[in-house]
C-alpha cells in the first residue's frame, strides 16, 4: 500500500509510517512544506516551540521523535540561509538580533554559566550564540605573544592603563567578530559598560590609574560607544554571588595570572557590581535578596522573573544604558550548573522568558524612547548632560569633550 506524501519526509530522523500519516492530514506533504511552517511559525524561537507543536497539533507522540524532526528542520534551514541568504524564495521577515551582557564578579560562574546553559539546555541551545570574553587575546598580544592580563595581575600599577585599554579594543573587536551571526539572541560575556563602571574605577581608586590616564579614557570611551551601537546590549544578566563564594571558585579553577587576586580585591569588585547596578544597596556587602530591586511593575513579566527583573538608572548610568533592563540570578554554593539538570532547566527557562519580554519590548517601544534619534539621520555623541561621571564624584567636562576632534579615531575603530 502507497504512503501518503512525498517519500522525501521519510528521510528525516523521527518520521516513520505513523508519524508521515500524521504530517500529512495536517496538511504537510514534504519536507519543503515542513520547513516552509519552520519558516512560518518558529523561526528565530526556541526549538521547544516547534516540539510542543509537532505533539500537540501534530499529534507526534515521542517526544524524542519531535525533538529529532526538529532538529533536522532547524539544521536545514540554517545551511540554506548560509548557502544563499539572497534567494528570492528564501527571503525571511527582517529579525532584529538582541544582545545581552552577562555580567558578574571574577570567578562568580560565567564561563560555566554559559556553557551549561545556553549549550546544554534545549530552551536556549537553538535560540542563543555565545560569545566568550576574549581572554585568549589578552594573553597573547602580537607577534612576540605578550600575555597582558598577566602583566596586570603581576605589576597593576604600571599596567592598569594600558590593560584597560586593551580590553576595550578587543571587545570592540569581539563584537564587529559576532556581529553577523543567525541566532536571535548573543550572549556575550561582560561589555564595556562593566569595564567602565567596576574595572576601571576599581583601579583607579588603588591608584593604578592615574588622573591623567583616567581622564584620557573617558574622554573617547563615551563618543567611541555612542558611535559603535553594538557595543549597548539590549539587556543584561546579572549573576550575583558572595564575594566569599567567588574566592572559593577561583581558588578551585586555578587560573595562572589569578594567583595574586584577593578575597578583599573580590570583595571590592562586588561592591562596585552592586553600586553600579543597585545603587541603593551600595554598601550591603554580600546581600543576595532581590525581592526588593526597585522593579517597574510590568504585566507583561513572566511571574517567574517579576521580582528579578529591574531597570539600569541613575545619574551615575552611562545614557545609552538608562532603562536597559536586566535579569538577576542568583549564583550561589547550592547552585550547581554541571549536574543539578532542574537547576539547569529553571534557569534557562528565566533567560528565555527574559529574551521573550526584551524582544516584545522591542516591537512596541515606548513613545518617548528614540525621538531624539529619529529626529536627526546623523549619528549623534550621546554625552551625559554633566559630561562623564568618575569615581571621584567629579565630572570630566562636557566643554573638554566637545572641544576634541574624535571623528578619526571613531572612524578607525568601527572600520570606515
Request: net charge neutral.
Amino acid at each position: 500500500m502507497a504512503l501518503p506524501g512525498s517519500p522525501d519526509l521519510l528521510t528525516i530522523p523521527g518520521v516513520g509510517p505513523r508519524n508521515l500519516r500524521k504530517l500529512v492530514e495536517k496538511g504537510i506533504g514534504g519536507v519543503a512544506e515542513l520547513k516552509q511552517l519552520y519558516k512560518d511559525k518558529f523561526f528565530g524561537m526556541s526549538s521547544q516551540k516547534m516540539v510542543e507543536y509537532l505533539r500537540s497539533s501534530v499529534g507526534i507522540i515521542h517526544r524524542n521523535h519531535a525533538e529529532s524532526i526538529t532538529t533536522f528542520i532547524k539544521e536545514s534551514v540554517d545551511e540554506e540561509l548560509k548557502e544563499d541568504s539572497s534567494n528570492s524564495d528564501f527571503k525571511l521577515p527582517p529579525k532584529k538580533r538582541l544582545t545581552f551582557c552577562v555580567e558578574g564578579n571574577i570567578s562568580v560562574g560565567k564561563t560555566t554559566f554559559l556553557q551549561r546553559i545556553a549549550n546544554e539546555t534545549l530552551e536556549l541551545q537553538d535560540l542563543v550564540e555565545i560569545v566568550p570574553e576574549p581572554i585568549n587575546k589578552w594573553q597573547d598580544v602580537g607577534p612576540d605573544h605578550f600575555n597582558i592580563l598577566d602583566a596586570f595581575y603581576a605589576e597593576p600599577q604600571r599596567y592598569a592603563y594600558t590593560f584597560q585599554n586593551y580590553v576595550f579594543v578587543t571587545r570592540v573587536m569581539q563584537e564587529r567578530e559576532s556581529s553577523g551571526g543567525l541566532k536571535p539572541l548573543r550572549l556575550m560575556e561582560r561589555s564595556v559598560f562593566s569595564d567602565r563602571m567596576v574595572f576601571v574605577r576599581a583601579v583607579h581608586e588603588a591608584n593604578w590609574m592615574n588622573e591623567m590616564e583616567i581622564s584620557i579614557y573617558d574622554s573617547w570611551f563615551d563618543p567611541v560607544v555612542s558611535s559603535l551601537p553594538g557595543l549597548i546590549p539590549d539587556g543584561f544578566i546579572y549573576l550575583r554571588a558572595s564575594p566569599d563564594t567567588c574566592h572559593k571558585r577561583l581558588l578551585l579553577r586555578r587560573r595562572a595570572e589569578e594567583g595574586g587576586v584577593t578575597l578583599e580585591y573580590l570583595r571590592d569588585l562586588h561592591e562596585k557590581h552592586e553600586s553600579w547596578l543597585f545603587p541603593f544597596q551600595s554598601g550591603n556587602h554580600g546581600i543576595l535578596s532581590v525581592n526588593k530591586l526597585p522593579s517597574e511593575v510590568d504585566c507583561s513579566l513572566h511571574p517567574d522573573i517579576r521580582d528579578r527583573v529591574f531597570y539600569l538608572e541613575g545619574n551615575h548610568m552611562h545614557s545609552s544604558i538608562q532603562k536597559v533592563p536586566a535579569l538577576v540570578l542568583d549564583c550561589e554554593p547550592n547552585i550547581d550548573f554541571s549536574n543539578d539538570i532542574e537547576a539547569k532547566q529553571q534557569y534557562a527557562q528565566q533567560v528565555a522568558k527574559f529574551f521573550e519580554f526584551v524582544k516584545k519590548k522591542k516591537e512596541v517601544p515606548a513613545a518617548k524612547v528614540g525621538e531624539a534619534a529619529a529626529s536627526s539621520s546623523k549619528p549623534q555623541v550621546l554625552l551625559p548632560h554633566k559630561g562623564l561621571w568618575v569615581p571621584d564624584g567629579k565630572h570630566f567636562p562636557k566643554s573638554a569633550l566637545e572641544s576634541l576632534d574624535f571623528r578619526r579615531a571613531i572612524s578607525f575603530m568601527s572600520g570606515q
